[in-house]
Nanobody, 128 residues
Framework: QEQLVESGGGLVQPGGSLRLSCAAS????????IAWFRQAPGKERDFVAT????????IYEESVKGRFTISRDNAKNTVYLQMNSLKPEDTAVYYC?????????????????????WGRGTQVTVSS
């Protein structure tokens, strides 16, 4: 069965760090651009970051630039989101999504539509 599974979420104090993982099973991740989205309670899902299929290009939402880093290890069929200097406003469920249709190179990568696969999410809570 083809699926994405996120892991690595948890409770962390402000200023702390977490590394999220997005692992694929049933298909090869190296052919897909991967994006991270997040959804806070009562809010819409927002784009966080995306990485091209080969890993040579990345795009970040403005509020996470300089704090979050997206990377991938295609040999492990996994994409990562390293989150540093976490703030309470980063609290959300984080989802990864995979796209093989070129969204990364269009204006559509950030609106969440058109992705081939979605994970079920992992909760990140930033609180003292």
């Amino acid at each position: 069965q083809e699926q994405l599974v996120e892991s690595g979420g948890g409770l962390v104090q402000p200023g702390g760090s977490l590394r999220l993982s997005c692992a694929a099973s049933g298909f090869t991740l190296e052919y897909y651009a991967i994006a991270w989205f997040r959804q806070a309670p009562g809010k819409e899902r927002d784009f966080v970051a995306t990485i091209s299929s080969g890993g040579e290009s990345t795009i970040y939402e403005e509020s996470v630039k300089g704090r979050f880093t997206i990377s991938r290890d295609n040999a492990k069929n996994t994409v990562y989101l390293q989150m540093n200097s976490l703030k309470p406003e980063d609290t959300a469920v984080y989802y990864c999504a995979a796209d093989a249709n070129g969204l990364f190179y269009s204006d559509l990568y950030s609106d969440g539509r058109g992705y081939d696969y979605w994970g079920r999410g992992t909760q990140v809570t930033v609180s003292s």
